[in-house]
């Protein structure tokens, strides 16, 4: 079981990232003061499962567009969409730009090719689940969205 790790909110108006157990998997959630910082820290929080995103340079850009009926099912296509282009392109993405329109996503995600030795991958992500999926506005007005992802 990877290390729980995490970021918190200094500022309101910032975003942050955590994980939560859950079982033999992981839960990753972002938040945010909009739905998209909410979606961008979630794909943080994915690449914090398998390594500290502050560790990954912004070498190579991944254009990623995905779309779904709610905002829950496309928080699961996104995140599975990024362990898609990060298991083909062999790559991790440590910094993220969402756009969110009518239940579609474009986003860019940009990192760099995973080296063992410098990033030290914990486990392997094999895709984000329906389990304690959620996306919603919070009573003082931020976003959540998170889910459980398999490893």
Known sequence: MPRLRG???VRMDEGAWEHFEHGADIGVRGRGPTRE???EQAAMALTGVLTDPAGVQAREHV???CEAPDDELLLVDWL???VYEMA???????RFSVRLSDHRLEAEAWGEPVDRSTHRPAVEVKGATYTALRVAQEPDGRWVAECVVDV
Do not use: K, S
Request: zero cysteines; aromatic letters at 10%; hydrophobic letters at 60%.
């Open 80 to 82: 599975n969409a990024l």
């Open 88 to 94: 083909v392109r062999r790559l991790l993405f440590g």
């Open 63 to 65: 254009p990623i567009a």
């Open 37 to 39: 910082v909410a979606f």
């Open 7 to 9: 970021h918190r909110d």
